[in-house]
């Protein structure tokens, strides 16, 4: 941890405005803001923006190091070691990394082997070691179509810093997958299945739903209080399925896929979270509601990188051109997700919170990060 730091000469991202001016780190804490003289030895950002550390709720990125080609298993201290450092190449200060916990067993292409708990206890591990850049927290993506869900969740305790679990019911037919073209398709690029295999792929998925659905369900929120996480739902699609989410208790909606559903969190308080690849492209992979729809319809609270780490800084940028408000923007990618997972020592610039700061300049529309520091630790 950096005893003190200051960047100067910089355009500070505040809350809910932006101003000239210097911001001090005291032993990993932000110390001072200030429009005042810089002290003797400060860091001149040249008329950079200095924000927040980026705060990634839901992202898949560490199985594309674990698994970089199908059917590829790569040493997991390595992957985890080239994950977080990818992550704080990007802006991301803060991750919670979604694990899945739920497997489908017996044979075939569509069987997911249990893992969880073993790569929670290696980046634990490596966590206590000092091994990371960055602040990680895991993400237990419960997934309800599965054989083995509860006993998965069992094996996390208290102790596990899991954060978040998220409903995951990737039932065909329905939810993300309403159009079993866009299933289909997904699964012969990343599983190579046939027509065949698609079919009994689908056939078993609704034969788990129906048998462990409900049981699943009910588990996953026990297990989710009894671990001190936060709860998600994933895929909400309509307004029944929304009034669902509220009941049990959940905090915040991952990636609701129409307007309807949206709106249904909106006025039961649930904030909503969409993909910054979803904004960047200008639609959803899937055929699902774009981002940029909801974040006109001011709609959009969170943003997470989802399966691209470089698209969230990237997404802050771009909903700062919609909303011509770039403290609005930032915030659905630092203190907005800060706060809904409980976090309250960080995701904004303000003295006594956690100095994860970022060094940014703009190229035009695009942000290049020029610096990153966790605790005051350059990282970046």
């Avoid at 609701?256 to 993909?275: F, H, N, S, W, Y």
């Avoid at 409980?342 to 995701?347: A, F, I, P």
Wanted: with cysteine.
């Amino acid at each position: 941890m950096a005893e003190s730091l200051c960047l100067a000469n910089a355009q500070l991202v505040l809350p809910d405005r932006m101003i000239d001016g210097h911001l001090v780190v005291e032993n990993g804490v932000i110390a001072g803001i200030t429009t005042g003289a810089a002290p003797k030895g400060a860091i001149d950002c040249r008329g950079d923006l200095v924000m927040p550390g980026l705060v990634e709720l839901h992202t898949d990125n560490i199985e594309r190091h674990l698994e970089p080609r199908p059917e590829v298993d790569w040493p997991h201290l390595p992957a985890l070691l080239a994950h977080d450092a990818e992550l704080a190449s990007t802006g991301i200060t803060t991750v919670f990394d979604a694990l899945r916990v739920g497997s489908t067993l017996g044979t075939g292409k569509g069987r997911y082997d249990p893992y969880a708990r073993k790569l929670a206890t290696e980046l634990l591990e490596a966590r206590a070691a000092g091994d990371l850049k960055i602040s990680h927290f895991i993400h237990l993506r419960a997934e309800i179509c599965s054989e083995t869900l509860l006993q998965e969740l069992a094996d996390f305790g208290p102790e596990d810093r899991v954060g978040l679990v998220s409903l995951m019911d990737h039932t065909p037919g329905q939810r993300q997958f309403r159009d079993l073209t866009a299933l289909r398709a997904y699964q012969a690029k990343k599983r190579n299945m046939n027509d065949l295999e698609f079919a009994e792929h689908v056939a078993n998925l609704k034969r788990m739903q129906a048998r462990y659905g409900a049981a699943h369900e009910a588990g996953a929120v026990t297990e989710a209080r009894r671990l001190g996480a936060v709860l998600a739902s994933h895929d909400d699609t309509t307004a029944e399925q929304v009034a669902r989410s509220a009941e049990i208790g959940v905090g915040f909606a991952e990636f609701p896929t129409t307007l309807e559903a949206a709106q249904a969190c909106r006025d039961a308080g649930i904030a909503v979270m969409m993909g910054a690849p979803n904004l960047i492209r200008g639609g959803s992979h899937s055929g699902n509601v774009a981002a940029a729809e909801l974040a006109k319809a001011g709609l959009l609270d969170i943003v997470s990188s989802d399966y691209v780490p470089a698209a969230l800084l990237l997404s802050a940028f771009r909903l700062a051109e919609l909303w011509d408000d770039l403290p609005r923007a930032v915030a659905c990618v630092t203190g907005n997700p800060a706060r809904v997972a409980g976090l309250s020592d960080r995701g904004w610039l303000e003295p006594g919170l956690r100095a994860d700061l970022l060094r940014v300049s703009r190229r035009g529309s695009a942000p290049i990060l020029r610096g990153a520091w966790s605790r005051g630790a350059r990282v970046a």
